[in-house]
């Protein structure tokens, strides 16, 4: 029998996978915090997150010890509406949570090319690997910055990859942007993908039937995952 790529645990609505999520990720980020004193998250950007954002705000944890980070960012300033930065800042950096670390990609430089040594330097010094990494994915099948067509997207997907950060452009993508790549994501001590709907249940459904990375590249992450992928999903 082949080992499915992923499991899926469906919530009845929004609010009930936001609870859980977050449940989980604060989970991992006390495991690591008893084991080192330290550790660092890395969440996604886009419209899904929000709500658990809302909810992983109020865990009680020594937010003090906790790093944040993105798992990857439009290159625009926290001024536009499409930083992911910005989201961070509005709906998870409040509460108990305003005492973490927060280090974002975005450095100001003109290009992600240009700002990529900045941002590598930065994120040298969070904890690694990942407490915990939660991922979302597009309509597209991209996950992180791994986009259809991205013109980095082969040495981003690189299991044998050595730079944590790679600098995408990619037509589906609007702005330029940044992305860890998959190496230092997989290797983290929690995984999670969150969708939510159920155009992107059958998008992943159809990742996981098989097929070309570039076409879908979340495949590139259920190819690499050693166990079926964790995947928190709702209506
Ligand atoms: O900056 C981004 O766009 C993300 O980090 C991206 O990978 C996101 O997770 C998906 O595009 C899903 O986005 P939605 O939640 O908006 O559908």
Redesign the pocket.
């Known amino acids: 029998m082949t080992t499915p790529a992923f499991a899926l645990a469906a919530y009845d609505d929004p609010a009930a996978l936001a609870r859980a999520l977050a449940a989980h990720v604060a989970e991992a980020l006390r495991a690591r915090l008893a084991r080192d004193g330290a550790a660092s998250l890395a969440v996604?950007?886009?419209?899904?997150?929000t709500r658990f954002f809302e909810t992983l705000s109020g865990a009680p944890l020594d937010w003090s010890r906790i790093a944040v980070t993105?798992?990857?960012?439009?290159w625009v300033p926290e001024t536009s509406e499409r930083s992911?930065a910005a989201l961070v800042r509005r709906h998870l950096l409040k509460g108990p949570a305003a005492a973490a670390r927060f280090v974002p990609l975005f450095t100001g430089a003109a290009t992600p090319e240009e700002g990529l040594a900045a941002a590598e330097a930065a994120v040298a010094a969070l904890p690694a690997p990942f407490a915990a990494v939660v991922?979302?994915?597009?309509?597209d099948g991209?996950?992180?910055?791994?986009f259809p067509g991205a013109d980095a997207l082969a040495a981003a997907v690189d299991p044998a990859g050595t730079a944590p950060l790679i600098a995408v452009r990619a037509d589906g993508?609007g702005e330029p942007?940044i992305t860890f790549t998959l190496p230092p994501l997989i290797a983290a001590d929690l995984l999670l993908l969150h969708i939510?709907g159920a155009g992107?249940r059958a998008v992943l459904e159809r990742a996981a039937a098989g097929g070309a990375v570039a076409e879908m590249p979340i495949r590139a992450v259920l190819n690499a995952v050693r166990v079926p992928l964790d995947v928190l999903w709702c209506p």
């Not at 993105?70 to 439009?74: A, H, I, K, S, T």
């Open positions: 996604s950007g886009g419209r899904t997150p993105l798992v990857d960012e439009r992911n991922l979302g994915m597009g309509d991209h996950t992180a910055s791994f993508a942007r939510e992107k």
